[in-house]
């Protein structure tokens, strides 16, 4: 079945270091891939996607490329933000278009990242 | 309204209770999905409608787990007899045609006792 993960947390950086955050997946299908982000006290919500091969992502300075050879999905931003703190969610839809058409998501487990100032 | 809005917020249920939580999606979202959250964990699917159809139902993991869409609008997920295991959050999302950006409501965090 599809799988997903991503590096364990919580992940501590100080204001403006770089951040990655590894995501790797297994799919039977060709996946869209995302990136999810849930802020204290909110509700998920998508930070970026890729729907094929070398696309890339990117939304709030944050980038993520759709690496089909190393079945990866790493999240990076170059500067971050005390206001970027939150629990970072890796996903995939492999929706085959056969059977009951499904696509729900596969998350992986989530990434805390705390960003001290 | 503007987004996917679950009820209630907040549910606290005594051991084989039943319990419905509602869901309601986005105006004129064909799509439907419920999810589980374990704490500390990622969302893991339960369920899917297109419409009032349910295509498919493959992630409830037991039978005591129903939900329905009789409408096409509104969707609620049913769970008999709880257990202590059921805790969790329970997510519901919706999105316009398959393969389009799903919305995420709040969530609804049921604790079994």
């Known amino acids: 079945g599809d799988s997903v993960t991503q590096m364990e947390g919580p992940v501590t950086l100080s204001e403006e270091a770089f951040l990655t955050i590894n995501c790797t997946y297994t799919a039977t299908g060709y996946p869209s891939l995302f990136w999810y982000v849930q802020y204290p006290g909110e509700g998920l919500q998508l930070l970026l996607k890729?729907?094929?091969?070398?696309d890339k992502g990117s939304n709030k300075g944050f980038e993520a490329t759709y690496r089909k050879e190393t079945t990866s999905f790493h999240l990076e931003k170059g500067s971050v933000q005390v206001s970027d703190s939150a629990v970072y969610f890796c996903a995939l839809s492999d929706w085959s278009g056969s059977g009951g058409g499904a696509d729900g998501l596969t998350f992986g487990k989530g990434t805390h990242l705390i960003i001290q100032p | 309204g503007a987004g996917v809005s679950q009820s209630p917020r907040y549910k606290v249920a005594k051991r084989g209770q039943d319990v419905a939580l509602r869901c309601d999606p986005i105006?004129?979202?064909?799509?439907l999905f419920w999810y589980q959250q374990a704490l500390g964990q990622g969302p893991e699917f339960l369920t899917y409608?297109?419409?009032?159809?349910?295509?498919?139902k493959s992630g409830l993991p037991s039978d005591r787990f129903f939900a329905e869409r009789p409408e096409g609008s509104v969707s609620t997920l049913k769970i008999q007899r709880t257990q202590q295991e059921d805790s969790a959050v329970y997510l519901c999302?919706?999105?316009?045609?398959?393969?389009?950006?799903?919305?995420f409501g709040p969530g609804t965090r049921l604790t079994v006792l």
């Open positions: 890729a729907t094929k091969a070398d």
């Open positions: 105006s004129g979202h064909v799509s």
């Open positions: 999302a919706s999105s316009l045609p398959s393969g389009s950006e799903q919305f």
């Open positions: 409608f297109q419409n009032e159809a349910q295509l498919d």
